[in-house]
């Protein structure tokens, strides 16, 4: 099974932003995690700081599911949601942080409703409870 895993602006920062909110985790921590506890999977790892890039690797994808955390893009990207309700594939969005116990304007999500599942508020625990969420899925399918 394929998983691609994006990852959107500031979340190459991991380790150095707001623990109270990220974790102390970074980035390659959390792709290892991944890849350690899902070893029946593929991944395909993306970060990427540019809206624009973010919505190429959508259009291009090859797999069979895939987990966002489009970061502050999130409360911003219509065209991240757009690119998203495009493609037919299963898709998860995740936070680290609780976005809905934040500040107001991280209340506004434009993709959660073009997503089939939302995990957040956990840290790395939203990552894992995304990836076995899809796993638990494809396996019923
Ligand atoms: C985030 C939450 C966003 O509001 C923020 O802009 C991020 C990370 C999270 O994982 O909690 O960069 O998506």
Redesign the pocket.
Known sequence: MKIAVIH????NMLGK?DPK??GSLTLSDIENNLKRDFKEVEFIFFQSNHEGAIIDFIQNLKADALII???????TSIAIRDALETIELFKVE??????YE??D??KINYVKDVVNQSF??KKYE?YYEACQYIVDKMMNL
Do not use: W
């Not at 959107?8 to 979340?11: D, I, K």
């Open positions: 959107g602006p500031n979340l932003r909110h990220y955390n489009p970061g502050a893009y999130t409360h995740v936070h680290l942080s609780n976005i934040r500040e304007f991280r957040y508020g939203s």
